[in-house]
């Protein structure tokens, strides 16, 4: 085996071996890292519904700078949203409505990014989401 072969099969071991070593984990509910997620999802949906949101987590996984998150806005008082009131209604009354948005996120200098965001599909583009950013697929899992 000649040395440049050897050093790259070993370069590429150290980060197959790193990537693995990274462990998923759901950030409990009041922990910081579990907020500064949420806050960045906030903005696309409270901008989407045109009210105040919080979230009902369905899904929360994080692995290294990779997060992605499957979230259920409700009220702040608890209450559920109600679609027809919102540019949802009529998707709502088709039944091709799904109250559920599905995001992607990595962790850079400056904090949590949102690079796909998904709400009120009754499909998911996850799969697709982590193939073209390259993040981990046990984020789906």
């Given at each position: ?16 071996a ?31 519904l ?12 994080v ?28 998707e ?6 799904d ?10 200098d400056?904090?949590?990014?949102l ?27």
């Amino acid at each position: 085996m000649t040395k440049p072969l050897f050093v790259t099969i070993c370069c590429l071991a150290a980060i197959t071996a790193h990537a693995h070593a990274q462990r998923a984990h759901t950030p409990a509910a009041g922990t910081p890292e579990r907020k500064a997620i949420m806050d960045v999802l906030r903005v696309p949906m409270e901008a989407d519904l045109r009210q105040k949101v919080v979230f009902r987590v369905q899904h929360l996984r994080v692995i290294g700078s990779w997060a992605l998150a499957r979230v259920v806005p409700i009220r702040p008082d608890g209450r559920d949203i109600d679609y027809t009131r919102t540019k949802y209604r009529e998707e709502l009354e088709e039944g091709a409505f799904d109250g559920e948005g599905e995001a992607l996120l990595r962790k850079g200098d400056s904090g949590w990014r949102l690079l796909e965001w998904r709400f009120g599909a009754s499909d998911t583009e996850v799969p697709l989401w982590l193939e073209k950013h390259g993040a981990p697929p046990a984020l789906n899992r």
